[in-house]
């Protein structure tokens, strides 16, 4: 007995060591594989946070990291996100896609109706309501004409309409108001400066709207939900009050506090459908941005390339760090106020963090059913780098 009793366990030994490492493994394996779904699902969450905590190696975290971010824009964010849910909701959208679809006629015709809205409505409501508003409704729009090239090149379209019409105004996007205010320009100055980029991008947008087919759409024959009524007027009055929060007549945590109160009393599940990612991601570019902006050899360089290339400079730079942020960096080496608000305008085209109101797109049509990201980011960087190397020709020639 004893004789067996140590064999069974001499027998029974390796197998339990064999166990432990293969349960290892595969939490080893496991681990590995939710990692690369995460990076899958998020890359630009991912690489905006391991870009902050490579920054983080050069200027430790202190007192100074509680400035980098705007709670303001981040606020406004959320709160819109709140409202476009609840507007959904309430069947506001299906309605909308069902009028659309009917005026439209064509997918073309489509495409052209929501590029002009963002272009002239980013002038007044900035470029991320804009997408946050339209986007989603493009989306929804979209699912009943099956085509995904041409949802692609919408969304894209949308997005430069989006970026470059906000342009036009001093309230249109957060640089704008910067420069605006920090150079002290008059409206006439500003205009006429970003006058041109405005003729020639919404020609070149109206342009890019022939490469969507003319293909019929109508909407579809089952009947849409009936509006909410309620609904649809709460949540326009939460939407009403993000404008004006935008328009700095609110404090921006009276528009937070409105949307999470509306949430919670008449859809809780609305509060799940906030994109928390794209919070996330703006929070790790405030930190990354906010870093680079004091590490010395970064400024060191900058005061010695500025000068006579203000254009060029700030463009280039918002392609890595964003306009906005490219605004503020740069407002130290440069007295030309004007060549800096073309350069950091510009400088929206190009990559998808260039404007960070790119990645509200990009954000919405990843997340889409059917997405296919790969071909929505070459659309996006043949349209972007095509129209930002036009802009900077005719602007190195204007302002020199």
């Not at 989006?162 to 409206?187: K, R, V």
């Not at 929505?376 to 020709?393: D, E, I, T």
């Amino acid at each position: 007995m004893e004789r067996a009793a140590e064999g069974y366990y001499r027998g029974r030994a390796p197998k339990q060591g064999g166990f432990r490492h293969r349960g290892f493994g595969h939490l080893l394996t496991t681990a590995a594989g939710k990692a690369g779904a995460f990076f899958k699902s998020q890359p630009v969450l991912v690489i905006a946070f391991i870009a902050a905590v490579v920054t983080m190696f050069f200027v430790p975290p202190d007192a100074q990291y509680l400035g980098y971010c705007n709670f303001g824009v981040l606020a406004e964010l959320f709160a819109l996100m709140i409202a476009v849910a609840g507007l959904k909701s309430a069947g506001i959208f299906e309605k909308l896609t069902s009028a659309l679809l009917k005026k439209a006629g064509s997918v073309r015709r489509l495409a052209q109706i929501f590029t002009l809205l963002c272009f002239f409505l980013s002038m007044l409501v900035t470029n991320d309501v804009a997408l946050i508003t339209f986007v989603p409704l493009t989306l929804l729009t979209f699912s009943a004409i099956n085509d995904d090239r041409a949802r692609i090149i919408t969304i894209v379209l949308e997005t430069a309409a989006a970026n470059l019409g906000s342009m036009m105004t001093p309230i249109g996007n957060p640089q704008n108001l910067y420069i605006y205010d920090e150079y002290g320009l008059s409206a006439g100055e500003f205009i006429m400066t970003m006058l041109p980029a405005g003729i020639i991008s919404l020609v070149c947008l109206l342009l890019l709207t022939l490469l969507v087919p003319k293909t019929a759409c109508k909407p579809a024959e089952s009947g849409a939900a009936e509006i909410s009524k309620k609904l649809a007027v709460i949540y326009a009055i939460l939407f009403a009050v993000c404008v004006i929060t935008v328009f700095k007549l609110l404090p921006f945590w009276v528009c937070a506090a409105a949307a999470i109160a509306a949430a919670v009393i008449f859809d809780r599940k609305l509060l799940l459908k906030a994109d928390y990612a794209l919070l996330a991601t703006f929070i790790c570019f405030f930190v990354f941005v906010g870093n680079i902006a004091r590490i010395d050899a970064v400024h060191d360089f900058f005061s010695g390339i500025m000068a006579g290339r203000e254009i060029l400079v700030s463009a280039l730079l918002s392609q890595g760090i964003s306009n906005v942020p490219a605004a503020v960096m740069l407002r130290g080496f440069t007295a030309n106020g004007t060549a800096l608000l073309a350069g950091v305008n510009i400088g929206g085209l190009g990559t998808p963090i260039a404007s960070m109101a790119s990645l509200i797109s990009l954000q919405f049509y990843r997340k889409a059913e059917g997405a296919h990201s790969a071909r929505y980011l070459a659309v996006f960087s043949a349209v972007n780098f095509a129209m930002l190397a036009l802009l900077l020709a005719v602007y190195i020639v204007l302002i020199r």
